[in-house]
């Protein structure tokens, strides 16, 4: 049994209007074992399109290796764009070492609520998945549950976008409320693929040109958001 912890404190500054919500990075960036191309941050697995996608939108040009450079950069951009990054994951425990997020038992979910109440900036959190099991949005609408809140349907289409009430006081102290908007993206995940191929959307994208494809899909999509 391998106990996973999340390797990297939330990223957010005073600030943040954005914050982008997954579950946790592969084993190997709690281990330290990075592969050559991975970068010691948010995302940083090579083989995790995040930055990818971010890359292309804002041509960056970014660096995809261990050094500090590469994590400056990315840290730059996420401060100039007023972006946070704050998984709702703090651990869990995996029979085998991989990251699936199904894969995932005895999880501790991070106190997300209170990162907002003490972040009264954040507006919009960018779930970098749907509601599948285990995933962002699944944890999230539980988190919600054990203070009485739930997620309101905005637009059903993809990506779905929902929102919810927050009361911004802490200890009890009743202050300002703020509407949070949450949007689902599609995940970057190889998996999600399937289900990109079969959204209305992409069909008729990809009938008027065989060569577009998911990434292009998804970088439509992000640019929205990032």
Request: charged content about 25%; glycine content about 6%.
């Amino acid at each position: 049994m391998f106990k996973h912890t999340h390797p990297y404190q939330p990223f957010i500054q005073p600030d943040t209007s954005k914050l982008i919500v997954g579950t946790l990075p592969p084993p190997r960036f709690s281990t330290g074992e990075l592969l050559e191309k991975d970068v010691n941050f948010c995302y940083g697995s090579y083989y995790n399109s995040l930055w990818l996608y971010i890359d292309k939108i804002h041509n960056l040009n970014l660096k995809y290796d261990n050094s500090q450079e590469a994590i400056d950069e990315r840290k730059a951009f996420l401060i100039t764009h007023k972006i946070g990054v704050c998984d709702i994951v703090e651990s869990c425990e995996r029979d085998k070492m991989d990251a699936s997020d199904l894969g995932m038992k005895n999880i501790k979910l991070r106190n997300l609520l209170g990162y907002l109440k003490a972040h009264p900036s954040i507006k919009t959190l960018l779930f970098t998945g749907g509601n599948s099991k285990n995933g962002p949005e699944y944890f999230f609408r539980r988190h919600l549950k054990d203070f009485g809140l739930k997620l309101e349907v905005v637009s059903s289409e993809v990506p779905r976008v929902h929102q919810f009430t927050l009361n911004d006081g802490l200890n009890g102290v009743e202050t300002t409320t703020r509407i949070i908007k949450t949007v689902s993206l599609t995940s970057g995940s190889g998996a999600a693929n399937i289900s990109i191929s079969k959204l209305p959307l992409y069909k008729h994208l990809k009938a008027k040109n065989p060569q577009f494809n998911t990434t292009e899909f998804r970088v439509m999509q992000y640019r929205e958001f990032f």
